[in-house]
Structures are given as C-alpha cells and as structure tokens.
C-alpha cells in the first residue's frame, strides 16, 4: 500500500498584513491537486466572525470543512467524479471572535480523534491531534502537531507527545507524526526519533540526495519547520514544493511524502 501524505501550515487562509488577501479557495484547489491521501493541516480557522464579515467570499463553517470538499475543477483535471475528504479538527486557541487549531484531512475513514492541549503557557496554545485512520491494510495513526516558538516550550511539548503516544498507541503500530515543529534549529529530531521509535523523513532531490530547502519561509524556503516522522514506512520521495505560486498562499510551504507500509 502507497500512502501520500502532507503536512501544511496554511496560516489560516489569509496572507497581507496591510491589504489581506484571501487565499482559502486557492489552498483548497492546490491541496486537492497535491492528491494526498493524509494531509496534516496547522493554522486552520475553525471560525473567524471579523473574517466573515469583511471577505465576500470567506467560507461558511469551519476552514477544515472547506478544505475537505473537492472543488468541480480539480475534478475535471483529474478525471473523475466528485470527492471529498474525511476531516477532523482540534481546536487550540480560542478568542471572543473565534478559533483556530489543527486538522486532518483523510482518503480514509478516521474511526476516532482526540485532542490533547499540550499549551506551554498562555500566550501559546497548542494541540496534538490525533486521529486513528481505517485503511484496507488495518489501522494507521495519525497526529497534527504544532509546537510553541520557544525551545524549552518545543522540548516539553515533545516529552507531552512522545508520552501520549506511549499511552494511546500500541507498540509496533504504524504511525505518522508530522506538522510545524518551529524547530529551525533541528534539535528536536533525535529525540522525537528515539522517543517515537520513529523515523524523521528528510527531502530529498531527484537524485535521492538530502535536499537542502527548507519550507520557511515560503518565498525563500531555508528553514525546515514543518517535519514528518514515521514509524512502519518505507519511504519513496520527499519533497517541499515550492516557488512564487506557493508563497502567495502561506507564509509556510507544503511538505509532501510517498510512503509504503512495511507491513503489508
């Protein structure tokens, strides 16, 4: 079994702080297009009143739901009929006009989710999102992780991690961790890999050699925030996709993986 995932930092469909632009309806066509079977979403607005007041077209109910119905002209490309996501949402922080937290879109149906606060202190609230995937070949967990912008916050949210997924995931189950780590310095992957039993999936060239781009920011991709880690994979590619189409959408850009289960 073939399994393509992504992790994206989609800064909550909104890019400009002088003139901001609305770019959800483009996010949504180009994650369609990525054909990704898991995509692992930071960043999403699950309401926003001030938003929908000022965009015309600011979608109604939640950015995840939105993200998970296929827009007609994907469909045509890709040719066939209309598909959409399973999706799940955790919400994280949480404002008189709204919220925002992580998501999972998913080919497969998510069987359950829990949201774990993993907040460091109050001016940062952050979440892991974990889902337990059904697919043809048995069960796959899945968790949305974004971490806080200080270290000793980003090493106590790890311990947090590693530890629920001692609790909630049995020994040997395949598992895919990824999302916005904000790890610029990458002193987290060693850790999370002995503590996750974990591979750290790098991006690689056409060449197969370890790519040096990273996937923020955007427009100048340097810094590899946004990670995946997995545990029962073979992994085929890896590769951040990036350029001037992909900077006008996210101060992030997408990271996307070809996998294989060992397992099967």
């Known amino acids: 079994m073939r399994l393509r995932i992504a992790t994206y930092n989609i800064h909550k469909g909104v890019m400009g702080l002088r003139k901001p632009s609305l770019t959800i309806h483009a996010l949504r066509e180009q994650i369609h297009a990525m054909n990704a079977d898991l995509v692992f979403l930071q960043e999403v607005q699950g309401r926003h009143d001030r938003h929908a007041g000022k965009f015309e077209h600011?979608?109604?109910?939640?950015?995840?739901?939105?993200?998970?119905?296929?827009?007609?002209?994907?469909?045509?490309?890709?040719?066939?009929?209309?598909?959409?996501?399973?999706?799940?949402?955790?919400?994280?922080?949480?404002?008189?006009?709204?919220?925002?937290?992580?998501?999972?879109?998913?080919?497969?149906?998510?069987?359950?989710?829990?949201?774990?606060?993993?907040?460091?202190?109050?001016?940062e609230q952050r979440g892991l999102l974990h889902c337990c995937i059904k697919t043809p070949v048995g069960p796959i967990h899945a968790m949305v992780a974004h971490f806080g912008l200080l270290y000793r916050s980003r090493v106590r949210q790890a311990s947090k991690l590693i530890e629920h997924v001692g609790t909630h995931v049995p020994a040997g189950m395949p598992l895919v961790v990824?999302?916005?780590?904000?790890?610029?310095?990458?002193?987290?992957?060693?850790?999370?890999?002995?503590?996750?039993?974990?591979?750290?999936?790098?991006?690689?060239?056409?060449h197969n050699r370890l790519a040096r781009v990273g996937s923020f920011p955007s427009r100048f991709p340097v810094l590899g925030l946004d990670r995946v880690f997995a545990r029962g994979f073979k992994v085929h590619e890896a590769t951040v996709l990036h350029g001037p189409a992909w900077a006008k959408l996210s101060d992030h850009a997408p990271f996307v993986v070809d996998l294989e289960c060992a397992w099967c």
């Open 58 to 123: 600011w979608p109604e109910g939640g950015q995840h739901e939105f993200l998970a119905q296929s827009p007609s002209a994907i469909d045509k490309l890709l040719g066939h009929a209309s598909q959409q996501y399973f999706t799940a949402y955790g919400m994280n922080a949480v404002y008189s006009h709204g919220h925002h937290g992580n998501a999972l879109l998913s080919r497969y149906e998510i069987e359950w989710m829990l949201n774990q606060d993993v907040s460091d202190h109050r001016l």
């Open 178 to 206: 990824a999302g916005d780590f904000n790890d610029w310095q990458r002193r987290l992957g060693p850790i999370l890999q002995q503590g996750l039993k974990a591979e750290e999936v790098m991006p690689l060239d056409k």
